[in-house]
Every structure is written in structure tokens, then in C-alpha cells.
T-cell receptor
Framework: DTEVTQTPKHLVMGMTNKKSLKCEQH?????MYWYKQKAKKPPELMFV???????INESVPSRFSPECPNSSLLNLHLHALQPEDSALYLC???????????????FGPGTRLTVL | DQQVKQNSPSLSVQEGRISILNCDYT??????FLWYKKYPAEGPTFLIS?????DKNEDGRFTVFLNKSAKHLSLHIVPSQPGDSAVYFC????????????FGPGTSLSVIP
């Protein structure tokens, strides 16, 4: 099973709303990632969690707040977003072998976010 | 500065023929290379990978070739099928899982029946 699930599939929110994106994997992976993808562009890394601790924040604005409640779940809390934040938000996970080698990331289907 | 380049934004191939997607990289510290396939409105799906200690990896219809001296890799799909029509991203990372995966801009492949 190499499935990463994300909810919701689509989200429309106003600039004053607070919403959350959810990601779940049951592969025993200990690294989880948030990416943002705009149309016709490659995914851009936002955050990396390793063993439930934030290890990389790619200078993402504070209106995006990640959370890793446990090793299977990853959330992205959204508040006061701008229309230019509209994009496909992708979650991914990988084994995390303690730095012994590079790993394949498995992606979820994404949440299509529209900010009005 | 793009560290991973895919210079062909699009490619059209007849069904049954070979599709060759190319990728170039600039960072000699990259150690691991991956190809992802992406359909519209879906997340990227892992296709095949290759470590820098190898020059070829094959999985069914998909073969990835790595030329380290030229900093070039290619994905061969033989025979191409209409269901292969998608955007293909080349990606590269360093030795550890703490190294970011850097994606190329993607090549849109159309396989014509």
C-alpha cells in the first residue's frame, strides 16, 4: 500500500476564513511533506516533518501553519490567505531512513485550493 | 537558477513507438534521481528512480539512463501507450533524506493513437 490520502479534494475560502488541509498515510513513513503547485509548474516544497518534528520550513508565510499530531497525520492550517495562494497543495511521505540514503516520496492526490 | 532542467515542454509520440524524455542537472552533489508522472488534477505518481552509482535502471516499459559526466538523464518508454499521456517531472536529491527533492519544470507527453 503506497497510498497517501488528502482531504478535502477541493476547498474554496475567503481571505478572512480559517481552514485546514489534512493528510494521512499508513505506510509507517516517518517523513512527511507539504508542497504547493501552481498550474504548469513543478511542485514547490513548503515544509518537511521528520519524526513528527518540523525539520524544514522553506520561508513560508506565517498564514500557513503546519502541524504533525502523530506519525500518520499531517495538517496545514490556513488563515488570512491571499488570492495568489490559490494552488494545488500536495502532501507526500517517505520512509526516512535516518540519512542513510535518498528516498522516494509518495504523493497524495492534492487539495485544490481557491482563495476568493 | 534552475538546478534541474527539462528543456522540452512538450513531446508527441505515436502509439507503439519509443518516447524519450530528457533531463539535465547542474548540481554535481545530486545523488538520486526520480521520474514522476502527473495527470491533471492529481498528485505526482512515482515512476522510476536511479542512484548515482548506476547508469541504467529498468522497470517494465520504463528505463532510466544516467550519464553522470554529462549530468544528463533520460526516461525511455517503450512501447508508448495512450495512457502514458501525462506530464513527466524529473527530480533530483542529495544523499540524505534531509536534502530537498528538486523538481524540473516537466515535459507534457502526448501519445497519439
Amino acid at each position: 500500500d503506497t497510498e497517501v490520502t488528502q482531504t478535502p479534494k477541493h476547498l474554496v475560502m475567503g481571505m478572512t476564513n480559517k481552514k485546514s488541509l489534512k493528510c494521512e498515510q499508513h505506510m509507517g513513513h516517518r517523513a512527511m511533506y507539504w508542497y504547493k503547485q501552481k498550474a504548469k509548474k513543478p511542485p514547490e516544497l513548503m515544509f518537511v516533518y521528520s519524526y513528527e518534528k518540523l525539520s524544514i520550513n522553506e520561508s513560508v508565510p506565517s498564514r500557513f501553519s503546519p502541524e504533525c499530531p502523530n506519525s500518520s497525520l499531517l495538517n496545514l492550517h490556513l488563515h488570512a490567505l491571499q488570492p495568489e495562494d490559490s494552488a494545488l497543495y500536495l502532501c507526500a511521505s517517505s520512509q526516512e531512513d535516518g540519512g542513510q540514503g535518498s528516498e522516494t516520496q509518495y504523493f497524495g492526490p492534492g487539495t485544490r485550493l481557491t482563495v476568493l | 537558477d534552475q538546478q534541474v532542467k527539462q528543456n522540452s515542454p512538450s513531446l508527441s509520440v505515436q502509439e507503439g513507438r519509443i518516447s524519450i524524455l530528457n533531463c539535465d542537472y547542474t548540481n554535481s552533489m545530486f545523488d538520486y534521481f526520480l521520474w514522476y508522472k502527473k495527470y491533471p488534477a492529481e498528485g505526482p505518481t512515482f515512476l522510476i528512480s536511479i542512484s548515482s552509482i548506476k547508469d541504467k535502471n529498468e522497470d517494465g516499459r520504463f528505463t532510466v539512463f544516467l550519464n553522470k559526466s554529462a549530468k544528463h538523464l533520460s526516461l525511455h518508454i517503450v512501447p508508448s501507450q495512450p495512457g502514458d499521456s501525462a506530464v513527466y517531472f524529473c527530480a533530483a536529491s542529495g544523499k540524505t533524506s534531509y536534502d530537498k527533492v528538486i523538481f524540473g519544470p516537466g515535459t507534457s507527453l502526448s501519445v497519439i493513437p
